[in-house]
């Protein structure tokens, strides 16, 4: 199993927005990126996190170059953003 950890610098004010985005390709990422397995938006008063559950760190690379992500999530969110995501994978061992 491998994990992509997105964390987005969203202001509160804009953190409903941020998480309408979240909602609205959440069950597409599901239902259509090749070795997703999970996705949950995680919270705190610092920024905003999406975690994402791939079945290898390959699909969680893939997912990033996939227009899903280019088109769709990225241009939902880049209004949104006070500074550049900071984007991590991780393989779990």
Known sequence: MAYLEITLQ???PNR???AGVYEKYKQPFL???PGA???QLLV???D???LHGFQTAADAKAYLA???FTRDVV???SPLLKAAPEVRVYDTV
Do not use: W
Request: without cysteine.
């Open 31 to 33: 239902d259509t990126v």
């Open 66 to 68: 996939s227009d899903l």
């Open 10 to 12: 969203v202001e509160p």
């Open 16 to 18: 409903v927005a941020a």
């Open 75 to 77: 241009g939902g969110l």
């Open 48 to 50: 905003v996190q999406v």
């Open 37 to 39: 397995i999970s996705k």
């Open 44 to 46: 705190r008063d610092e």
